[in-house]
C-alpha cells in the first residue's frame, strides 16, 4: 500500500450503532487529520494529531471520538450519530516542520462515505 | 460564515483553451493559498500554492494569482487537458509554528475540459 488509505471506503449505520473509521499512511509523516465533507459544504476540519497527540479539537461533538495510537494509524469512532452526520470522511497526513514557514503538503486519502440512518 | 468561497460551482472549458478558477476570501490573516485537485473517489491532491507576499506563482501549465487588495485569487490552466477535468478547492492557511496544520477550504469547483 502506498499513500493514505482509508476503510472502510462505504459505510451505512444506524444511530444506535457504534462503527470506527480506520486511516493509515505509509509516508512516515509525523501529523494526521480527519477531515468532515457535507454535501455542498467545504471541507471542513476535524482533529489533528501531532506526533500522535491531539493538538486540534475543532468543536466536534463528542459522539465523534478520534484515537492516534501511533504516527501511521488514525482512527475516528462513531457512536449514536445523527443523520446529519452522513458525510464523506477523508483523512490526511503530513510532515510537519519542513516546509520553512510555507504550509505542510496534505497528502489525503480517498475517504469513508457514511451514511447514518 | 465562510472564510473562503468559490462562487462557480462548474465551469465548462473547450480543450486547448484557458480555464480560470476563482476564489474569493475575507480573512486578511491569511498567508498561503493553495489549490487542490480532486477526482472522483480519490482524495484532494495538492496542486499549486501561493505566499501572500508574492502575486504571482507558476509551476507548468498552472498559474495561481493572488489579488490582495481584492482578497481574490485564480487559478489559470493553459492549455486545459482532458485530465484537467475534476474538482477544485482553494484554500487557505494562516501561519502557526513549524508549519501549518489547519487549511480553510471553499466549496469546490467542477472543471470539465470538453474534448
Known amino acids: 500500500e502506498t499513500g493514505v488509505t482509508q476503510t472502510p471506503r462505504h459505510l451505512v449505520m444506524g444511530m444506535t450503532n457504534k462503527k470506527s473509521l480506520k486511516c493509515e499512511q505509509h509516508l512516515g509523516h509525523n501529523a494526521m487529520y480527519w477531515y468532515k465533507q457535507s454535501a455542498k459544504k467545504p471541507l471542513e476540519l476535524m482533529f489533528v494529531y501531532n506526533f500522535k497527540e491531539q493538538t486540534e479539537n475543532n468543536s466536534v461533538p463528542s459522539r465523534f471520538s478520534p484515537e492516534c495510537p501511533n504516527s501511521s494509524h488514525l482512527f475516528l469512532h462513531l457512536h449514536t450519530l445523527q443523520p446529519e452526520d452522513s458525510a464523506l470522511y477523508l483523512c490526511a497526513s503530513s510532515q510537519r516542520g519542513t516546509s520553512g514557514g510555507a504550509p505542510d503538503t496534505q497528502y489525503f486519502g480517498p475517504g469513508t462515505r457514511l451514511t447514518v440512518l | 460564515d465562510q472564510q473562503v468561497k468559490q462562487n462557480s460551482p462548474s465551469l465548462s472549458v473547450q480543450e486547448g483553451r484557458i480555464s480560470i478558477l476563482n476564489c474569493d476570501y475575507t480573512?486578511?490573516?491569511?498567508?498561503?493559498f493553495l489549490w487542490y485537485k480532486k477526482y472522483p473517489a480519490e482524495g484532494p491532491t495538492f496542486l499549486i500554492s501561493i505566499s501572500s507576499i508574492k502575486d504571482k506563482n507558476e509551476d507548468g501549465r498552472f498559474t495561481v494569482f493572488l489579488n490582495k487588495s481584492a482578497k481574490h485569487l485564480s487559478l489559470h490552466i493553459v492549455p486545459s487537458q482532458p485530465g484537467d477535468s475534476a474538482v477544485y478547492f482553494c484554500a487557505a492557511s494562516t501561519y502557526q509554528n513549524f508549519g501549518n496544520e489547519k487549511l480553510t477550504f471553499g466549496t469546490g469547483t467542477r472543471l470539465t475540459i470538453i474534448p
Open positions: 480573512n486578511s490573516m491569511f498567508d498561503y
